[in-house]
């Protein structure tokens, strides 16, 4: 995946600025790092037989892309690791780590160093790992560049073999689409090293000349402090985020800062999560903006979408990004070919495929020599739309059944996302009582809740309507930068049910209130309309309620 020219053209040029935690910065050349990656090469070399996978288990660093570009120039693959989060389902045989954690992994793992170096100014070690659950050997003729684990989205986790033929287009066809250039300071801290947008982001600047700007852990996680690193100190050109991560930014400082005309970014690449509303009204003029869409098991990404100025409504998935890129829409129930019509939009979940771009999981073999399109489902629901363009509805795990109803959180979110004061929303099903809640976060932290429940009944289908609106200050994130669902299900989902007991015409007014949007509070007048002559001895359907919302 390395360019040996781009290195000899760019010798004295910035490769790798990163900051530390203290404040303090490091910048090392092409040539500083493609002797590190030498080093590398030649320690892989004595102890590994060529064609196996070497474990990385090293943080964003100088170090980390040392090693990377090291393992590149072997014949070996190369497997990010989080150690700390008990190691991976396969282990590798040999890996790398830093000295100085040693310590700690000796309690999880096993292990001997069989060497001890200095990787650009930092001490790491190669370790040979002595248990038994090693991953499945690599062939030769398969040409695996990387490997990664999956987060499990879409099934339980996987161990994915990327081949060369499946990443190389896409770096080829992205650093074409982007523009980059040697000129180019590319953030390649936004996802862990083990997520493989990390991967297309460190090859995408090593392959075109750029400067990748690395922050610590502590930085990456601060979003004012790492606003200041990025458009402070670096002036970076291209940003690759997910939208979760977008919005640790306030309003104020994307339009000012990220996404105003002083900002020294280019281009920003959003993907992984739906893309959020609004956007392209607060950029700059000349910012290029992009909708990216894909799965590890075809890594990295598939299709792309500029967002172009004026643009109204929900942004499309976009485009294969290459040719070898197939798009298929199946029922979710029977996975059957979903019939197309150039009049109507359809619906379903998408499948990947190509006859190239095909990565090996958890072991498959006799998948590359086939000349067949591979399909990969994606997990996702969506509707192509009369304008022949594909537009991403929400996972298809998220459509619930409440009282015999099939509900769509997607649906929730897009109507609550809508809404001008909110910043994001996100819908939860708690199965222990079937209530539907809606989290948000806001602009401002004290307005009119009521308004919400008007805007989402006047938007939503009754079956769709939540019981409960939470305003919460943020969302906590997955390590991939996504909103952890699983964490807010555990937070919110199972509460106990509000005591009633006390004063039922007071709880009875309070619902409808909250379901309804009907206050009894008031005084009733001969010309009154027939909403607004009901009192506490009307019933809930008097009041305009279903029975869906009675239970």
Known sequence: MLKSEVFNENVHRSAVRFHRDNGSSEMYTYGQLWDAAKVVQKVIEKWQEPGVVVGVALKHSPALVGVLCGICLTKSAFCCLKLHKNIEKYQPAHYFAYHHELASLQKDHNFEILEDLYILSERVVLLRNKTETLPPPLKPQDNIAFCVVTSGSTGTPKFVQVPTQCILPNLEELQRIFRLTADDRIYASASPPSFDPFVVDVFLGLRCGACLVLVEETIRLDGDRLLKVLFGENGITFLQITPSLLRRWSRTSLERVVLGEGSPLRCLVLGGEPFPDGLDKLKKSGLRIFNIYGITEMSCWATIEQVLPGCEG???????????????????????????????????????????????????????????????????????????????????????????????????????????????????????????????????????????????????????????????????????????RQLLKKQYCGKAVADISTNLQEFFAEQLLKLLGISLNFSLKDHATKRAKLDRECSFVDAGGTSMQAV
Do not use: W
Not at 454 to 475: C, G, M, T, W
């Open 314 to 484: 929900q942004v499309a998935l976009g485009t294969p990004i290459d040719d070898s890129v197939e798009l298929e829409l199946r029922d979710v129930e029977t996975a059957e070919i979903v019939a197309l019509n150039s009049t109507e939009s359809v619906r379903g979940e998408l499948y990947l495929g190509s006859r190239v771009r095909k990565c090996l999981i958890d072991g498959e073999e006799g998948m590359l020599e086939s000349e067949d399109v591979l399909y990969r489902r994606t997990g996702d629901l969506v509707e192509l739309r009369a304008d022949g363009k594909y537009y991403y509805l929400g996972r298809c795990d998220d459509m619930v059944k409440r009282f015999g109803v099939r509900v769509s959180l997607a649906q929730i979110e897009q109507v609550g996302d809508r809404y001008q004061e909110i910043i994001k929303s996100f819908a939860v099903f708690d199965e222990s009582s079937h209530k539907l809640l809606l989290l948000y976060t806001a602009i401002d932290k004290e307005f009119d809740e009521q308004s919400v429940r008007q805007y989402l009944r006047a938007n939503l289908p009754k079956s769709h309507h939540p019981d409960e609106l939470i305003q919460v200050q943020s969302f906590p994130l997955t390590s991939h930068g996504k909103i952890d």
